[in-house]
């Protein structure tokens, strides 16, 4: 089945600078990419997802970036802001034919004032 | 619309009981899911159901029932509840299983003593 490891476990960033999480994933079948936001307390909420048929997708302050040859995903994050403070959840699917999302680990952002 | 709810928000149980976690959704989507949510190993999914009368397991189903009778209802019963099973489980819903946002609802804080 799909594998997806996500890395770093934890990141720090000054309010204002750049994040990146990046994933990786086994299935080279995968077609799906979301990532999910989770902040302290709450429910995962999807903040933007990417297919296989595109390189990168931007929504403002967000983007994320797929190499479908390297099998690997990043989100990207600039001029964070202390609401950005949250955890974040990559995912893999294939679709169609597989109903399973595959989650990563998941990273704990702290933005730091 | 009310989305994804689960009940209850809390619950402790002892070593052996039985219960069943409650989820439900109003947006007629045809696919749910639980997963479950530990510290450092993200979100894992446990069952997932493509329909009304279809059902099928996930990553780690062992322990846990579902069935799914209505489209709107999707409930998980813990046959014998271990502290293995201490969690917090999310429902999820989408309008179809492929490439489509999932929904999640609030989450269960599951405690077994």
């Known amino acids: 089945g799909e594998n997806v490891e996500q890395h770093p476990s934890t990141l720090s960033v000054q309010e204002g600078d750049s994040a990146v999480i990046k994933c990786t994933y086994s299935?080279?079948?995968?077609?799906?990419f979301p990532w999910y936001k989770q902040e302290l307390g709450k429910r995962p909420q999807l903040i933007i997802d990417i297919r296989s048929n595109v390189g990168e997708k931007k929504d403002q302050r967000i983007a994320v970036t797929l190499n479908k040859t390297a099998k690997h995903f990043s989100l990207h994050i600039t001029e964070t802001q202390p609401e950005d403070s949250a955890v974040y959840f990559c995912?893999?699917?294939?679709?169609?034919?597989?109903?399973?999302?595959?989650f990563g680990t998941g990273t704990r952002l702290t933005i730091i004032p | 619309n009310a989305g994804v709810t689960q009940t209850p928000k809390f619950q402790v149980l002892k070593t052996g009981q039985s219960m069943t976690l409650q989820c439900a959704q109003d947006?007629?989507?045809?696919?749910m899911s639980w997963y479950r949510q530990d510290p450092g190993m993200g979100l894992r999914l446990i069952h997932y159901?493509?329909?009304?009368?279809?059902?099928d397991q996930g990553e780690v189903p062992n322990g846990y029932n579902v069935s799914r009778s209505t489209t709107e209802d999707f409930p998980l019963r813990l046959l014998s509840a271990a502290p293995s099973q201490t969690s917090v489980y999310f429902c999820a819903s989408s309008y179809s299983p492929g490439g489509n946002e999932q929904f999640f609802g609030p989450g269960t804080r599951l405690t077994v003593l």
């Open positions: 995912a893999a699917r294939v679709y169609p034919g597989n109903e399973k999302l595959t």
């Open positions: 159901s493509v329909g009304a009368g279809i059902t």
């Open positions: 299935d080279s079948a995968s077609n799906y």
């Open positions: 947006m007629n989507h045809e696919y």
